[in-house]
């Protein structure tokens, strides 16, 4: 009987760690407080950036001052600028490195304002999705480099390039984009003298004279990975990204500088006019009615690893300026 009542634990204590082996398999993945269940990208690909949920904070009530008051924003400084409603306002750089969400109102619409230092990529979205506005923050965590915002009010992820949720109850749900400018201060307050400033009076200490990402730029390593390395650039190298009718074109700074400064080509068979500034390191895209298209200035390697069938512009190919 002992052999016997010794043999059948160790078969049931054999049993039970299968079965807690395949529990633990099939058990919803949390990361960061966020559960990663079903999401539409590979678990295991979604990273812990460093800080936690909320470590890095998103600004929910910014405050403004007019262009003529903005006095400590040099004019070189880098912004992201959108002109909506009849409102004209900028947001620097050296304030999104530190925040990288600013919810927002343009009038009564909701706009959510996004920078990924990683992946040097600005986004404007309006913010809602399943007929609800949303609030959004800093999940703290990184797919494809890319930060991942989250929604306050269902706790889904949301990738800032996809423009897509990931994870949770709004899965699979987008975001509308919004045409945005990143330049420089001195070139948007030229074209929106009117225009309204972020202050860096947003309730939270930080040195926004710090760049706490100096010198990643210009690096060719990138601190996390991504799914596809993309080749024939510099990594970090800016370019501006379309996307019309599901087909994605780049447009690298280091072709467009070989190029005349305005041009017209082709996306999709849609007639697109690309206008670059090497004074303000800018690239934004038009129609052919001359209105601003949604276009994301980011680094080269983020724009390849979630475009890899991209196509390139070259200046060299080109034939009459386009």
């Known amino acids: 009987m002992g052999y016997r009542t010794g043999q059948t634990l160790k078969l049931a204590l054999a049993v039970a760690a299968m079965l807690l082996a395949q529990g633990a398999a099939f058990a919803e993945p949390m990361r960061n407080g966020f559960d990663l269940a079903g999401a539409l990208v590979p678990v295991e690909e979604i990273l812990q950036g460093g800080p936690p949920k909320d ?10 001052v007019n262009a003529r008051e903005a006095r400590n924003l040099p004019p070189e400084d880098m912004v992201l600028a959108i002109f909506r409603n009849g409102i004209a306002k900028a947001y620097p750089i050296r304030i999104l490195n530190w925040h990288e969400v600013v919810n927002d109102l343009f009038g009564a619409e909701n706009i959510v304002v996004t920078f990924c230092p990683l992946c040097g990529s600005g986004v404007a979205f309006e913010a809602k999705a399943g007929g609800r506005n949303l609030q959004f923050g800093v999940s703290g965590l990184l797919y494809n480099s890319d930060v ?33 400018a990143h330049t420089t201060w001195r070139d948007w307050r030229a074209r929106h003298p009117e225009s309204l400033v972020l202050t860096q009076k ?22 996390f ?23 994605a074109k780049a447009y690298p700074f280091v072709e467009l500088a070989k190029a005349a400064g305005e041009f017209v080509d082709t996306v999709s068979g849609r007639s697109v006019r690309i206008r670059y500034s090497r004074e303000h390191q800018s690239a934004e895209a038009f129609d052919a009615k001359g209105q601003p298209l949604v276009a994301t200035t980011l680094f080269w390697f983020a724009w390849a690893a979630f475009h890899p069938e991209t196509e390139v512009y070259r200046a060299a190919r080109a034939k009459g300026g386009k």
């Open 225 to 247: 990975p991504v799914r596809f390395r993309a080749e024939g650039f510099h990594p970090k190298e800016r370019v501006l990204g379309v996307v019309l009718e599901g087909k």
């Open 148 to 180: 991942l915002l989250y929604d306050r009010e269902t706790q889904s992820l949301w990738s800032q390039i996809r423009a897509q949720a990931v994870a949770g109850p709004l899965k699979t749900a987008s975001l509308t984009a919004v045409p945005l």
């Open 55 to 64: 470590g890095i904070p998103a600004i929910d009530r910014p405050t403004f």
């Open 202 to 223: 947003t309730g939270i200490a930080r040195d926004y004279d710090r760049d706490p990402y100096a010198g990643y730029e210009k690096s060719a390593e990138l601190i």
